[in-house]
Nanobody
Framework: QVQLVESGGGLVQDGGSLRLSCAAS????????MGWFRQAPGKEREFVAS????????YYKDSAKGRFTVSRDSAKNTVYLQMNSLKPEDTAVYYC?????????????????WGQGTQVTVSS
């Protein structure tokens, strides 16, 4: 069983940056790929970005490309989401999740393990 703990959320101004962290433990992490999702009030949880533990390959939601970067530190079992040029519409709870490797990255039903989420608020 994989446990995930996010951190790094907070309040930032329009155009600012934040880096979220997701510390993973348990299970054989190389068998998983990691994803970041977000959920704004009244909206469905949506995919943001994904990275594979095995080779670091990444996949992004179109609106995240160029502003967000997902990375991993295998020595620390930690995945990061660097968010730049933040906008008020990026305000949401951000979740880290794990799915079996080689399953579809943007399908939230493929993810078996979820963190508790971290709030990101972008003020205008």
């Amino acid at each position: 069983q994989v446990q995930l703990v996010e951190s790094g959320g907070g309040l930032v101004q329009d155009g600012g940056s934040l880096r979220l962290s997701c510390a993973a433990s348990g299970g054989t992490l190389s068998m998983y790929s990691m994803g970041w999702f977000r959920q704004a009030p009244g909206k469905e949880r949506e995919f943001v970005a994904s990275i594979a533990w095995s080779d670091g390959s990444t996949y992004y939601k179109d609106s995240a490309k160029g502003r967000f970067t997902v990375s991993r530190d295998s020595a620390k079992n930690t995945v990061y989401l660097q968010m730049n040029s933040l906008k008020p519409e990026d305000t949401a709870v951000y979740y880290c999740a794990a799915r079996p490797a080689y399953t579809r990255a943007d399908d939230r039903t493929k993810y078996d393990y979820w963190g508790q989420g971290t709030q990101v608020t972008v003020s205008s």
